[in-house]
């Protein structure tokens, strides 16, 4: 169960929430990551496709939240700073992946790696369709298209420029459809 | 199509409730209490490159060592013994030095003719091989343990470092002093404050704490010598009842108990009368009676330690002791006598001032 948090901190607005996180409270963190865990679990099994790694992916965000706190120059920022680490946490667990992958496929070791009942077909064509596009262009068309979060709000959490942003996004698209008419 | 199957992406549900985000919440708090690491982000081409250097330093060294050594190993190996968490370091020549856990000695030079160990922190057990060609030293402070071949221990605290000799001889020195510690011999000095050279030591007294010797400055830091304390080791057992002995009479004098004291180092001269910590026990045991006001008592203790030859400071203490304790007795003759033979044996002595307002006829 998570640890109750004091009706004062309960109440308290973002601002001040996040300037005492900042000083080191736990009380602030805790409330932080009762606000906030779901949103991280959302994007990272969104982008992930699947839940296998939510648990670690919600952690090591918050690890470095904690870590990094004091960085923070606009408490109003901190929805987009918290996607930026969540997607930069993803971004290396999606390389792990892909390592894992060709070391499987090197090992002649292939095996289902999800179940497949009709209702999740389209969307397990997706993910695997998703797979072959690159990862620089698949986390912000997941961030976009998927998650629904403003080109502005993608480029952020993808750490690059809104125009590339938004030619990643239109080149992950092209790609998509491209796979789909084959 | 694809706008299809992303409305059915958007449609599935989180699958994060309550208890997964307890439990994420319960691991991450755990993390942020235990202590941080620094970060892994050390780039692969500088972890290799480091990896490469060091690698490259190490063949240098040991190719400079061997030439050094005309032939010889000369690198240390570094061990951790699981049954008591102590590093084990051991060097070619093979001697070992055991470190407790949180001791820490820097292996400073191995050569044919030299050995020189920086010991910054803790407790170490020394177990160095015979070499009479080779000079061992071990630096703790502004400390050197000189060592042919024996087996010591050195604890290095901030402000003090204790040397006590299980085997062998040591020769401790503390900026131009030197003490010659023999097997079941201890010292302590304390670091802080001025050098050894320029100063007088102080050596503990019964119950009222350690009392400033004559001639010596009042800033004088202590130097406390006494009888290495019994040491966690199955090996000390053969020596453990004159260090019992002697232990039970520091306790004693540390507790103000001078009567116990003084029986319990009677007991060790009376069982142990060719121990090596003999001079050292009369010597203890004169300090005791005179700080019982037993001055003839005190005079005869110092005698017999005299009588024995202990070399270092405690044959210098004793000699010194001994013309004090003539004096309080009221052989004033006698006290300006020893105190001339001190000053033939020890010109530069600590204690000269002392020795010389006895020979004046001063108290």
């Known amino acids: 169960m998570a640890q109750p948090v004091p009706q004062q901190i309960h109440n308290d607005s973002e601002e001040v929430l996040l300037a005492q996180l900042a000083s080191g409270s736990s009380q602030a963190f805790v409330e932080v990551y009762r606000r906030y865990a779901r949103y991280v679990a959302t994007i990272g099994f969104r982008l992930l496709g699947d839940d296998s790694e939510l648990d670690d992916l919600v952690q090591e965000t918050f690890m470095q939240v904690s870590a990094g706190i004091d960085g923070l120059r606009d408490p109003k920022g901190f929805r987009s700073w918290l996607a930026t680490i969540a997607v930069r946490c993803i971004w290396r667990r999606r390389a792990q992946r892909r390592r894992r992958q060709l070391l499987r496929k090197s090992l002649g070791v292939l095996g289902l790696s999800r179940s497949d009942p009709a209702d999740r077909r389209p969307v397990d064509d997706l993910y695997e369709q998703l797979d072959r596009v690159p990862e620089r262009c698949r986390l912000p068309w997941l961030m976009h298209r998927v998650m629904g979060e403003t080109l502005p709000e993608t480029a952020a959490a993808c750490g690059v420029s809104l125009t590339t942003a938004k030619r990643r996004i239109a080149e992950a698209e092209a790609r998509l459809e491209r796979s789909r008419d084959a | ?363």
């Open chain 2, 1 to 363: 199509m694809l706008e299809d199957a992303i409305r059915r992406v958007r449609e599935r549900e989180v699958p994060w409730n309550e208890l997964r985000q307890a439990g994420a919440l319960r691991r991450i708090e755990r993390a942020r209490a235990a202590p941080r690491r620094p970060p892994r982000r050390v780039p692969l081409l500088v972890m290799a490159g480091a990896c490469a250097a060091v690698a490259c330093f190490a063949l240098w060294r040991g190719r400079v060592h061997h030439v050094i050594a005309q032939g010889t190993a000369t690198t240390a190996a570094v061990a951790i013994a699981p049954e008591t968490s102590e590093t084990i370091l051991r060097l070619a020549d093979g001697s070992i030095a055991r470190q407790a856990p949180g001791a820490f000695v820097q292996v400073q030079a191995v050569e044919e003719e030299r050995t020189e160990l920086l010991q910054t922190l803790g407790t170490v057990h020394y177990e160095i091989a015979p070499n009479p060609r080779r000079r061992f030293v071990v630096r703790a402070h502004d400390v050197d343990v000189n060592v042919l071949g024996t087996i010591f221990l050195v604890d290095v605290k901030p402000l003090a470092v204790s040397v006590h000799v299980e085997r062998g001889q040591v020769e401790v020195a503390q900026q131009g002093r030197r003490v010659t510690l023999a097997a079941g011999e201890g010292i302590t000095f304390e670091t802080s404050g001025a050098g050894f050279g320029a100063i007088a030591p102080r050596i503990e007294s019964g119950g009222s704490g350690p009392s400033q010797r004559p001639g010596a400055p009042e800033s004088s830091p202590p130097i406390r010598t006494r009888a290495a304390s019994p040491l966690p080791r199955e090996r000390m057992t053969e020596a453990s009842s004159p260090l019992l002995f002697l232990e039970q009479a520091d306790r004693a004098r540390a507790s103000g108990d001078l009567d116990g004291a003084a029986r319990a180092l009677r007991e060790l001269l009376q069982q142990y009368p060719n121990d090596t910590r003999i001079a050292l026990a009369e010597f203890v045991l004169g300090r005791v009676e005179s700080a019982r006001g037993s001055h003839v008592e005190a005079v005869r203790a110092f005698e017999a330690c005299v009588a024995r030859g202990p070399g270092g400071a405690l044959g210098e203490d004793a000699l010194a002791e001994w013309a004090s304790a003539r004096s309080r007795s009221g052989d004033a003759a006698g006290a300006a006598s020893l105190a001339q033979r001190y000053l033939a044996t020890y010109p530069s002595g600590v204690h000269r001032r002392a020795m010389q307002r006895l020979i004046d006829g001063e108290h």
